[in-house]
């Protein structure tokens, strides 16, 4: 066919994913290898241990979403790499790989930013037309933005500290509830929403951060340390050792989810009001588009699906795959730059990306 094929590779974090997609967003091709479960053993992501991970499977990963795909690297018309902002250990694989890639094969390199392309990720499901409101929230990232085109963001609001998926993982470390059997294989968001469902919210009162600052930014360091104090609280009341809490994990869990949605909401409440105000985002058809490994939890989505029925916006939600770190949406953001001819750079480019 005449349509033009783009290789995507994404290791900004803890992923290493590869995918083909043609000009029309359709998937030829993808593979991708996690590392959680290693990351998830150690407690956290160790950069060196994610960048030996990265190096030992990228070429494998690359090959298999080619072979998947049937299409050959002279068959490709450029080839799409995220270049920041992640892990600079995990970056450097795959800007390596993609350097040393289209040299060999004299194809034009895109560079992709991670959250621009979980941003526009949905577009590749179902046309959304610019401008719109994008929610982004997962374990590295938190931040309110307008989409007025493929590289035309305005952030309106990012987290002051840490993200919610972060918050969630240290929240569900400090309990332990990979040693919940229920629990052993879930992530730290995962986990926390199966448990709260069987918790009473109201029995360990959380206050909402940043009640009194009127922007779209986020904090959650201050709410992680409410949920440590109440922690050691009852770990002090019960008479049992850190992390060993039985009684109360689930309505910790439905405390902690319901505070954080509630966060969210609030803040993404304000940036709708802020758009309307000032004719930021479509007037027939009005997006909020909420994407980010936080963005599968039912109870938060929930609560955004609230504000937008009273302001009258259209939520969309990318299924929980294209929500998460792949090959896919850096594909997709290097098909939607083609397209428009941004960003595009010869071959035998040398760059060297400051990720930030
Ligand atoms: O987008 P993602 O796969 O990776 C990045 O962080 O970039 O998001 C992973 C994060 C983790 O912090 C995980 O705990 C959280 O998303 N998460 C969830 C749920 N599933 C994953 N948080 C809340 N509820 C969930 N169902
Ligand atoms: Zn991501």
Known sequence: ????????????CDDTGAAVLDETGAILGESLHSQKEVHLRTGGII???????????????????????SVTPGQLSAVAT???????????????????FVRQHNKPFIPIHHMEAHALTVRMLQPVAFPFLVLLISGGHSLLA???GVDDFLLLGHTLDEAPGDTLDKVARRLSLIKHPQCSTLSGGQAIEL?????????????TPMGQTY????????????????????EAEEGVKQGTLLTCVNDIAAATQHTIATHLAKR???????????????????TLVVSGGVASNQYIRKALT???????????????????DNGVMIAWNGVERLREGKGILPPNVDVCYEPK
């Open 1 to 12: 066919s005449s349509s033009r094929l783009v290789l995507g590779i994404e290791t900004s």
């Open 47 to 69: 950069p060196t241990v994610a960048q030996q991970l990265h190096r030992e499977n990228i070429e494998r990963v690359v090959q298999e979403a080619l072979e998947r795909s």
């Open 82 to 100: 995220t270049v920041k902002p992640g892990l600079a250990l995990s970056l450097g694989i795959g800007l390596e790989f993609s350097l040393r």
């Open 146 to 148: 307008v989409a007025r």
């Open 195 to 207: 448990l709260a469902k069987d918790g009473d919210r109201t029995r360990f009162p959380l206050t």
């Open 215 to 234: 922007d779209c930014c986020f904090s959650f360091a201050g709410l992680r340390n409410q949920i440590t104090m109440t922690i050691m609280k009852q």
């Open 268 to 286: 993404t409440h304000r940036a709708i009001l802020f758009c309307k105000a000032k004719g930021l985002l479509q007037s027939n058809s009005p």
């Open 306 to 324: 609230l504000i937008t029925e009273m302001t009258g916006l259209h939520l969309l939600c990318p299924p929980a795959k294209f929500c998460t």
